[in-house]
């Protein structure tokens, strides 16, 4: 079983910054894909930025404002979020395509964590 824990959400004025962390743990061989998607209120989940072998991709939206780094001797993925805008506002979930043995793979979603801009 794995587990993906995210941390790091709250609120913040717009123009700030924020630091989400998300660590994954479990019965792991090896991770794939790593990335950080959100939710807000009556909207569909939306792909925010991911990162595979150090490769990175972005929304649009959050290009030149939000950077997705990975610590792989931690299982860890983070987005660090600048010059933040209230239309940031929603819930932000981890995911991860997690290989639990070399023939298995899985894509796994945090619990979500909670970041909320104020204008």
């Known amino acids: 079983q794995v587990q993906l824990v995210e941390s790091g959400g709250g609120l913040v004025q717009a123009g700030g910054s924020l630091r989400l962390s998300c660590a994954i743990s479990?019965?792991?061989?090896?991770?794939?894909?790593m990335g950080w998607y959100r939710q807000a209120p009556g909207k569909q989940r939306e792909l925010v930025a991911t990162?595979?072998?150090?490769?990175?991709k972005y929304a649009d939206s959050v290009k030149g404002r939000f950077t997705i780094s990975g610590d792989n001797a931690k299982n860890t993925v983070y987005l660090q979020m600048s010059s933040l805008k209230a239309e940031d506002t929603a819930v932000y979930y981890c995911?991860?395509?997690?290989?639990?043995?070399?023939?298995?793979?899985?894509?796994?979603w945090g619990q979500g964590t909670q970041v909320t801009v104020s204008s």
């Open positions: 995911n991860a395509d997690v290989w639990a043995t070399r023939w298995e793979s899985r894509e796994y």
């Open positions: 479990g019965s792991i061989f090896s991770i794939n894909t």
């Open positions: 990162i595979s072998a150090g490769n990175t």
